[in-house]
């Protein structure tokens, strides 16, 4: 869905390819994604499975749970509102809710999950693991996104600031002779969410059942970059086989999508973008197909026969042109329109066996007068006989579950007043030391510390001493030792550590967050 962000409270060869590939797929059409442990959704043909089982998911976006809470304070009662996040995840799975489609994007400042390049908010990220925490408990699934190609909460375009690349089209983010950087930008991202570890239940993301699978973005498009390629898709096909393939040598646990939004002059519904259905759904790195549909939109302007007709021509280009099962990842209509729209998307849905789908958008207050939905909306009696249909067709859909730490791993409160970082750096080329202190500059002590920072170039910890270290690409992230927790008011503390380097690319750090707070460099 295109749309503006919530504010903050203050403020030719791919063609031969493609025919190539439509005929392999009809020899023999892909079976089972990949072995995973149990509890996790795979694909087992062009159906989704649980432990070998046909399971049919009926979903909602609720994309902006990531921003429940003031987004300041303590993590753990003023940043996130756990209160709202699990009253949303009751009343969606009261209403027959399985799969939760949801955003675990933002660059912006507020509830920003990488506020700047290489850089993440540790409060962000703690909040996410609450809304997996959540879900699991309420026997949700859920499909994160991870980046945007609108620019509501920042998107690609910010990713092509960072790199000094061309912002007038965002597709420039897929070509890698147009940002050099991009792709690094990315997989740095997606390697840290995979690898991190959630502190109320300490399951790695990449180990946890309760996410149904990884979509790769929001609505991406290469349209118009190069126009010839609207129509042909190979630039976009490149980068999702690319970027597929990198998460599954990290994650081989989840499926993946494109998130898409399936629209071509072929399928009489919006524009040729650079990523045709059913050839980018053929990628091996994509389980399944994605689409959406906005029908009653004036660019659109569908009946809902013709609507039916479109999403049975969807569910069969994905089970017979890809040999993948469908996901219907948005949708809605206007509201004079929703019961009969719903009606007959669902009922096509359940006779020509889509296996999943979402609609947009399941609020929770201050409702959206052009597709929200809140709890108690007469309309979801379609969809909660939708679920039902789903459910008696299915086995068990909901994640095994996890119990919470005890206690749980608190992430550490930010430093009340501030704080000073100094980085003392002996490089010799192929090796350095670096000796780091951390000043508290407020008036109250910290109790627990993480430090976070990147690297400039190719370097490496070997040891560190007085803390503990874990590195995703450039990035660092040092912990306090049991011993030195505690940093009083106005007071130090100093860890070190030594690693390889290449000649020529070390220096200081540009930039170090305390608990989620950024501090000087003195």
Known sequence: MTLRARPAPLAAVAA????????????????????????????????????????????????????????????ETQYMDKAAIDQQMANMAADGVTVVRTWMFDHESWHGFEPAKNTMNEQEWAEFD??????????????????????????????????????????????????AGCLADYEFYVTYALNRVNHYTGVA??????????????????????????????????????????????????????????????YGYGSDNGVPYTYECQSPSIDFCSAHIYPTESWANLSAAQTQSLVARYISDAHTGAGKPFFLGEFNTST????QYWQAIYSTMESGGGDADAFWWYENSGKDGTYGVLHGDPVLSVFTAHSNAD???????????????TPPTTPPTPPSGGCAVHYALSDWGSSFNADVTITNNGSAPVNGW????????????????????????????????????????????NFGFNGNSTAGTNGVPTSFTLNGTACSIS
């Open 336 to 339: 004079s329109t929703r019961q």
């Open 205 to 266: 993301y990449k180990n946890d059942p309760t996410i149904f699978s990884w979509e790769l973005m929001n609505e991406p498009r290469y349209q118009d970059v190069d126009p010839a390629d609207n129509t042909v898709g190979a630039t976009f096909r490149a980068w999702e086989d690319k970027v597929g393939a990198y998460i599954k040598g990290i994650d081989p646990n989840h499926m993946i999508d494109n998130g898409i939004e399936g629209q071509g002059s072929s």
């Open 16 to 75: 031969v390819l493609t025919v190539l590939v439509a005929g392999l797929v009809a020899l023999a059409a892909p079976g089972k994604a990949g072995a995973a442990a149990a509890g996790f959704v795979q694909r087992c043909g062009t159906h989704f499975c649980v432990d070998g089982t046909t399971a049919y998911f009926a979903g909602a976006n609720s994309y902006d749970l990531f921003t429940y809470g003031s987004g300041s304070g303590d993590t």
């Open 130 to 179: 609450y809304i997996l925490y959540s879900a699991n408990q309420h026997g949700l699934r859920v499909i994160p996104t991870f980046e945007n190609y609108w620019t509501a909460y920042g998107g690609v375009n910010t990713v092509l600031g960072w790199e000094g690349a061309s912002t007038g089209n965002s597709g420039n983010f897929f070509d890698p002779a147009k940002c």
């Open 450 to 493: 993480t430090l976070v920072f990147s690297f400039p170039g190719a370097q490496t910890v070997n040891s560190m001493w007085n803390a503990v270290s874990t590195q995703s690409g450039k990035q660092i992230t040092a912990k306090n030792a049991d011993w030195d927790a505690a940093i009083a008011a106005g007071g130090s503390v």
């Open 391 to 405: 459910k008696a067709k299915s086995g068990d859909t909901t994640p095994p579950t996890t119990p919470p730490t």
